[in-house]
């Protein structure tokens, strides 16, 4: 059978997943009587819920004769390593498009890694059934992309193909009304435009894992593309490592991808994507050989983490309340499987009870905070911070590209906290009432910037960013939340009369019955200053009665506070609490006097 080998790329949000359902539905590789789900490719909770692909997902369909192996990959900056990384596997590209969007901040990053990698790129101009759809100018936008990029004669010479990843229709015609119910142009074009796979079926065996898997049957999996000769199941094989030591391991087994299934087979040939499990340790980019015929292909480039936050046992009163797996040992465990699966990921201990963990940026980090908080994991983090690298004897720090969509009237805001964040603007646009901004930005300047965008531009706005480079340190500082917070001074439940006497004194997180010790930050100052507060309190009842009728209290809603937006807030001597049912934010001290002492100590 002949075979294709393509990965799915394209900005957050504009339809990978769901092109890749409606392939697999449309080219007959599910049965009749298989139950489908929606991005059937998302199988995490979290992926299915924020509606974005987190780790690199891979599938094949059978069509005309050929097996086209397909990789979906995540949109986002954050787990853009594995889009590099997967452009050693395939050769070829479908660059996914929205018809309204055009080219967006990671249009630009995936396509990138691909020209780098020289693959063959085909365009899919996707949901053009909007109303809003501008197919033709975003095909010119995307072809101004690629020249900016440096793209080959031959790349630039790329096929369009007008789908609808939903509707399941597809077209080689920007006209909406000549879509048909069919997503055999876009098979057809993978087959007559992207290459078969560059690969020497008779040498000796050559195989690289780009990607890894784990599962507590056979521990770690490679996931990556036989490069040359054949991988065969119980045969001994050396691994090259990455620094050059060879180690000899038995094929334990083999997984070949058809459709949904995973399916387990007795050898794979040049040309095939599979997964192997036998070396308990192997590692994205080592090389898989036969023994005494020892050729390494060259590493794959790893993303370095750009951010870190302590992870520790949860220290706070209600330890122990809420979760199931509390103690150090557990949480190093469970950091330890996580580091099998993510190589973008990092971890160190600093003490007995506290890690550093490092990763690509806030929402890998947050992500892997709420997998474990979902799994029964109690633990407090800190604010995240930036990573910082001397280059030429200069101290670097990361910086992004940031592509902001505002309506015109909160322009002027958004400019003003760019301004006070260390942002330089690069571009400013008009279109119909839209603003776009393109600046470039210290990452540190991103960090609990979303909450502060969202009000300003009251839900409207919409921000991409990218990691871009590092460069030399910023004197500003940034990004430090500029109000104070209302901190408990007892334990107990919070009662409805306390709450509406410190109304007037800022923003609430937390409502009348919500149990409180202290130390736990229960809202926002309207002050630049800490303020300590009782909470607790009820109204003194007497046996007078008042001449005024008791009024009940008519509270305000309290702010609510997503993981990521607790991560945002905190500043330096404060935590967030995470347990399975709660979010709390908290004073690295919890005493009023020792902060007190600690603050003056510092000073």
């Given amino acids: 059978m002949k075979k294709r080998n393509i990965a799915i790329i394209a900005h957050v949000d504009h339809g990978k997943t769901t092109l890749v359902d409606k392939l697999l539905q449309m080219s007959g590789t599910f049965r009749e009587n298989e139950e489908i789900v929606n991005c059937v490719m998302d199988s995490n909770a979290i992926e299915r819920e924020r509606g974005i692909t987190i780790l690199a997902k891979t599938t094949a369909i059978d069509y005309k004769g050929y097996r086209i192996n397909i990789l979906d990959t995540p ?16 050769d070829g590209v479908l660059l996914v498009v929205d018809s309204y969007e ?117 521990g770690r999996i490679g996931i990556g593309l036989v490069k040359r000769g054949t991988l065969k199941l119980n045969s001994t094989v050396s691994c090259v490592r990455l620094n050059g030591s060879i180690k000899q391991f038995r ?12 399916l387990e087979i007795t050898e794979a040939h040049a040309g095939d994507i599979v997964a192997i499990a036998g070396l308990p340790d192997i590692s994205v980019g080592e090389t898989v050989c036969e023994v005494g015929k020892e050729d390494a292909l060259p590493h794959l480039r790893i993303d370095e983490p750009t951010l870190q936050m302590t992870f520790g046992v949860n220290t706070s009163p209600f330890s122990g309340r809420e979760g199931k797996f509390l103690t150090a040992r557990k949480i190093e465990e469970r950091l330890m499987k996580e580091t099998e699966r993510d190589v973008s990921l990092k971890f160190k201990q600093i003490d007995s009870e506290s890690w550093m963990v490092s990763g690509r940026g806030e929402l890998h980090l947050s992500i892997l905070i709420e997998n474990m908080r979902r799994e029964g994991y109690e ?70 910037f979303m909450t502060e965008f969202m009000t300003l531009t009251k839900g409207y706005g919409i921000i991409n960013h990218t990691f871009k480079e590092y460069l030399p340190m910023v004197s500003t500082t940034v990004g430090q939340r500029k109000n104070g917070v209302l901190v408990s001074m007892e334990n107990g439940k919070a009662t409805a009369y306390s709450l509406g006497a410190l109304e007037d004194r800022g923003v609430m997180f937390i409502e009348p019955g919500t149990e409180v010790y202290e130390g736990m930050i229960v809202g926002e100052n309207n002050h630049d200053n800490d303020l300590a507060v009782n909470v607790v309190k009820g109204k003194n009842l007497t046996n007078t009665r008042s001449a005024g009728k008791d009024n009940t209290v008519v509270l305000k809603r309290p702010r609510e506070m997503s993981l990521e937006v607790c991560l945002d807030y905190i500043n330096e001597d404060e935590l967030v609490e995470v347990t399975p049912v709660s979010y709390r934010l908290r004073k690295k001290i919890l005493n009023a006097n020792e902060r007190k002492k600690y603050e003056n100590k510092k000073k």
Avoid: W
């Fill in 251 to 262: 094929i334990q087994k083999i997984f070949g991808y058809l459709g949904l299934q995973k």
């Fill in 102 to 218: 055009g080219t967006m901040p990671q249009t630009r990053f995936v396509l990138k890694k691909a020209l780098d990698a020289g693959v063959t790129p085909i365009v899919v101009v996707n949901k053009v059934d909007k109303d809003s759809a501008r197919p033709k100018e975003v095909v010119d936008e995307v072809l101004d992309l690629f020249i900016e990029l440096g793209a080959s004669i031959e790349q630039l010479d790329f096929p369009v193909i007008y789908a609808s990843g939903l509707a399941g229709t597809s077209s080689l015609d920007p006209d909406v009304n000549t879509q048909k119910p069919t997503m055999d142009p876009i098979l057809d074009a993978v087959v007559k435009y992207i290459p078969e796979p560059d690969v020497d079926p008779n040498g000796s065996l050559q195989f690289q894992p780009a990607l890894l898997d784990y599962n507590d049957f056979v």
């Fill in 75 to 90: 949109g986002h900056a954050d787990f853009g390593g594995e889009v590099e990384r997967i452009m050693n596997m395939v």
């Fill in 379 to 448: 633990l407090q983090v800190s604010k995240p911070k930036i990573i910082t690298k001397e280059i030429n004897g200069t101290i670097c720090e990361p910086f992004e590209d940031v592509q902001i969509d505002v309506p015109e009237e909160y322009v002027g805001n958004i400019i003003e906290l760019l301004g006070t964040r260390g942002g330089t603007m690069e571009n400013m646009e008009n279109r119909e009432r839209q603003v776009r901004l393109n600046y470039t930005i210290p990452s540190r300047g991103l960090i609990g």
